[in-house]
């Protein structure tokens, strides 16, 4: 069974909320089911690819790359993010829509 690889930008966690462009990240799906170890209970696999972790620039660098190997892949397009831009002083503003209540 063949891995395939997957490319995309990964979200950022909940501790980023900066606007600098992030990176692109190859990462190969897991070929073979994970089996537990008998002796210690350990999850493992034989595919040692799952654990590669390849970052690019540009989806283009990531396309070229795994072209140029060999390896089969899908690019997935990140999500636009929504955000809301309001001041922390709104939430005091004498009109506010909603009820204040403690």
Request: proline share 5%; with cysteine.
């Amino acid at each position: 069974m063949v891995a395939i690889a997957r490319i995309y930008k990964p979200a950022r966690n909940a501790m980023q909320s900066g606007t600098a462009p992030r990176r692109w990240l190859l990462k190969f799906e897991s070929a073979s089911a994970r089996q537990i170890d008998p002796l210690m209970g350990w999850t493992s696999s034989a595919d040692t690819r799952q654990q590669l972790r390849l970052w690019f620039d540009t989806c283009e660098e990531a396309i070229e790359y795994a072209t140029r190997e060999g390896i089969p892949f899908r690019v997935e397009e990140p999500h636009k993010a929504t955000r809301r831009l309001i001041a922390y002083s709104d939430n005091f503003k004498f009109n506010r829509v909603g009820a204040w209540t403690h």
